[in-house]
């Protein structure tokens, strides 16, 4: 099992909630905020300030092996990942699973990822 972790533009949301939906999966959306190397911006209210981070959104899925690379493209094609700088996504191994509906904790196979595939 793996969590799908997503970094993406707050006006690419929608499409990226139309198309998950489209498909059966559920997400959770968290507002964060990110630095990705932009250049200062540097805004004029009541004097100069500038800014450093800028809002984002992290979305995450939680989806079977088998369905991260089609999850990961809904995702990258929703929130035009290539074409827009600071986007990214994320497949985390999720090593055991909790919740409230479940009587006991299931344990998920570890997919260890070596060194090697990390660094590229």
Do not use: C, H, W
Request: glycine share 4%; net charge negative.
């Amino acid at each position: 099992m793996r969590m799908i972790v997503a970094i993406i533009r707050p006006d690419t949301l929608k499409a990226v909630e139309e198309s998950l939906d489209a498909s059966d999966f559920s997400i959770s959306v968290i507002d964060i905020k990110v630095r990705a190397g932009q250049e200062d911006l540097v805004q004029i209210y009541r004097g100069k300030y500038r800014i450093d981070l800028l809002p984002e959104l992290q979305v995450n899925v939680i989806v079977n092996d088998g369905d991260v690379d089609k999850v990961a493209a809904i995702i990258a094609k929703a929130a035009r990942v290539s074409e827009i700088a600071g986007s990214k996504v994320l497949a985390v191994p999720v090593e055991e699973l909790y919740g409230s509906e479940l009587k006991e904790r299931k344990a998920v196979v570890q997919r260890t990822v070596g060194l090697t595939q990390i660094a590229e």
